[in-house]
């Protein structure tokens, strides 16, 4: 296969100790999170190892939170799913949240000069005209089985070369790398440097160091008047994000002054 993101390609290039030995590219299919939940489910033999990654060059079903449609042109994005295991406590779940925003938003920056930031919880923006747009979107999911297990599936979606009149319409403003720059962006070298990032910070918050205080110190969204929907009840919170807890939560403060914990939610920016 001669295709830029093929499995030869990458496994000419990789540099990671063990994100990604597996790598199976596919030029469509209907979402990669799907796929490798479907692969996990129907007992893969030999099982999967962790570090698993599922590229396509199209998804036909492509999905992002809160059943949003996740839509790329052909050939233009980088559409990947990493199986991971981590060996953590549940109040450590929102640490791969933590860590692959700011691995996608650092190798933004380091390949394009762009600037990044992260709006919460989990968009990578970058700087456009003097406006934050969203880049790059992550869905992870867990995967229920008999035993009680953490298997997670991080899927990323990254908007690289997509031409501006084919940018999808999205709540949140979008913008691809080729919009920003004016020039497309090398997605092999990208993908590349992203999966020895992804390594890099996970292997760090297995030794038991928090991603917080880095992902913190990118988020956007401090400081900010927000509206934000509360997953689950639907309730709608209007007023300041003040900080994130060490765990990744919200805390919005609301006109009357009563201080609000948000652990999911759907944010806009009102400033
Ligand atoms: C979001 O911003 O709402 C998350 C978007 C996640 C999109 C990626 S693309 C690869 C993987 N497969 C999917 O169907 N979704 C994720």
């Not at 089985?145 to 997509?162: E, R």
Request: charged share 20%; no cysteine; net charge neutral.
């Amino acid at each position: 296969m001669n295709h830029e993101l093929s499995e030869t390609a990458v496994a000419a290039a990789l540099t990671t100790r063990w994100l990604g030995h597996m790598y199976q590219y596919l030029p469509q299919t209907y979402s990669t999170n799907d796929l490798l939940k479907e692969k996990l489910d129907h007992l893969s033999r030999p099982p999967l190892p962790e570090g698993a990654v599922v590229l396509a060059d199209y998804q036909s079903q492509g999905r992002g939170r809160l059943n949003r449609r996740w839509a790329a042109p052909p050939r233009t994005s980088l559409l990947f799913s990493v199986f991971l295991r981590p060996r953590w406590l549940p109040w450590q779940q929102n640490w791969l949240t933590m860590l692959a925003g700011v691995a996608v938003a650092e190798v933004i920056e380091a390949k394009t000069g762009l600037t990044t930031g992260l709006k919460w919880p989990n968009d990578v923006m970058a700087l456009h005209e003097g406006q934050w747009r969203k880049v790059s979107g992550l869905l992870l999911e867990g995967i229920w089985t008999a035993a009680p297990s953490q298997d997670v599936i991080l899927g990323i979606g990254i908007n690289v070369n997509i031409p501006p009149d084919q940018l999808p319409q999205t709540i949140t403003p979008p913008i691809s790398l080729l919009a920003a720059m004016g020039k497309p962006v090398p997605r092999l070298d990208l993908l590349l440097d992203l999966l020895r990032r992804l390594e890099d910070g996970y292997g760090r918050a297995q030794q038991g160091y928090s991603p917080q205080p880095t992902w913190r110190q990118r988020l956007i969204t401090l400081g900010q008047p927000v509206q934000v929907t509360k997953i689950g009840s639907g309730q709608i919170i209007i007023g300041f994000a003040e900080d994130v807890d060490d765990w990744g939560q919200l805390l919005v403060r609301d006109k009357s002054g009563i201080l609000h914990t948000i652990l999911a939610g759907d944010v806009t920016l009102r400033g």
